[in-house]
């Protein structure tokens, strides 16, 4: 199972993992983690689902493959979320947390609470781990996207530096765009 999706190949893991249960026994919670977490990344959360009943109920992954799904809905997922975060602020499961208010922020299009939960996450996530690249990549991504959008709305050009220092130089930092 472990072999297949490292491999990405979300279909055959998908297949082993029901396989291995049928045969032999019920997988330990923490391997469900992995391959619902591997199922979801590979854009299979309708099969996620399945294994929803081995996790936590608060579990980050839980709500993440809830709300993919429309099982839950987004201000329910950000309520859940938050509600965790207090409890567990620095753990590895807060890192799923944000991603979750991550998720609910890019569908909502709030550029602010997007980058926000992304800088969260990747700050609780080592960075030495395989998706430490993808991360940073993504969140790069979401500076250039919320710029972007603050450039079109302000109608600012790109490289007018003068123009992007006058707007940032106004706005008050509770207030600012980004």
Same mark, same amino acid.
Request: net charge neutral; proline share 4%.
């Given at each position: &199972?472990?072999?297949?999706?490292?491999? !990405?190949?979300? !279909?055959?893991?998908?297949?082993?993992? #029901? !396989?291995?249960?049928?045969?032999?026994?019920?997988?330990?919670?923490?391997?469900?983690? %992995? *391959?619902?977490?591997?199922?979801?990344?590979? +854009?299979?959360? %309708?099969? $996620?689902?399945?294994?929803?009943? *081995?996790?936590?109920?608060?579990? =980050?992954?839980? #709500?993440?493959?809830?709300? %993919?799904?429309?099982?839950?809905?987004?201000?329910?997922?950000?309520?859940?979320?938050?509600?965790?975060?207090?409890?567990? =602020?620095?753990?590895?499961?807060?890192? +799923? *947390?944000?991603?979750?208010?991550?998720?609910?922020?890019?569908?909502?299009?709030?550029?602010?609470? $997007? &980058?926000?939960?992304?800088?969260?996450? #990747?700050?609780?996530?080592?960075?030495?781990?395989?998706?430490?690249?993808? !991360?940073?990549?993504? #969140?790069?991504?979401? *500076?250039?996207?919320?710029?972007?959008?603050? +450039?079109?709305?302000?109608?600012?050009?790109? +490289?007018?530096? =003068?123009?992007?220092?006058?707007?940032?130089?106004?706005?008050? $930092?509770?207030?600012? =765009?980004?």
């Amino acid at each position: &199972i472990d072999s297949y999706l490292d491999e !990405r190949n979300q !279909r055959e893991g998908y297949l082993a993992m #029901l !396989r291995y249960q049928q045969d032999f026994q019920a997988l330990p919670p923490e391997r469900v983690a %992995k *391959y619902v977490g591997a199922l979801a990344a590979g +854009g299979m959360e %309708k099969e $996620a689902v399945a294994w929803l009943a *081995y996790l936590d109920q608060n579990h =980050p992954l839980r #709500l993440q493959v809830q709300l %993919k799904t429309g099982l839950l809905t987004a201000d329910a997922a950000s309520t859940q979320a938050r509600a965790a975060l207090k409890k567990t =602020p620095t753990t590895m499961a807060a890192a +799923g *947390y944000w991603a979750v208010l991550g998720q609910v922020a890019a569908m909502k299009g709030d550029f602010t609470a $997007a &980058i926000e939960a992304q800088e969260q996450s #990747l700050n609780l996530q080592p960075l030495e781990d395989k998706n430490a690249a993808s !991360r940073k990549d993504a #969140l790069w991504k979401q *500076y250039q996207s919320a710029a972007r959008d603050v +450039g079109n709305r302000e109608h600012l050009l790109a +490289g007018d530096d =003068p123009a992007w220092l006058t707007l940032a130089m106004g706005l008050p $930092a509770a207030k600012a =765009p980004l």
